[in-house]
């Protein structure tokens, strides 16, 4: 059974940082993009950010691009660390995995992130 497991995530105050970790299990996930989304209440789902499967190329949505850094060590796990926090990054963010942008076959159960003044 494909899982993704998300963790890292916590209660931080603005200004701060935290790192997301998602562990991939079930099947190998070489060829494949592996990304992170948010969702904040009443908000639709957000692109945060997306690594190629040899992570040589990246990719960030624009009101986290400079702040936060996706990284992936092999096929399986990758990371999110995200720097500069504010309250507007509080959302549970969900790892996913695919072949192809904006395509995602496998998705987490989410790891909630929460950013206070």
């Known amino acids: 059974q494909v899982q993704l497991v998300e963790s890292g995530g916590g209660l931080v105050q603005a200004g701060g940082s935290l790192r997301l970790s998602c562990a991939a299990s079930g099947r190998t996930f070489s060829g494949y993009i592996m990304a992170w989304f948010r969702q904040a209440p009443g908000k639709e789902r957000e692109f945060v950010a997306r690594i190629s499967w040899r992570g040589s190329s990246t990719f960030y949505g624009d009101s986290v691009k400079g702040r936060f850094a996706i990284s992936r060590n092999n096929a399986n796990t990758v990371y999110l660390q995200m720097n500069s926090l504010t309250p507007e990054d509080t959302a549970v963010y969900y790892c996913?995995?695919?072949?192809?942008?904006?395509?995602?076959?496998?998705w987490g159960q989410g790891t909630q992130v929460t950013i206070s003044l």
């Open positions: 996913a995995a695919g072949s192809a942008h904006p395509t995602y076959h496998y």
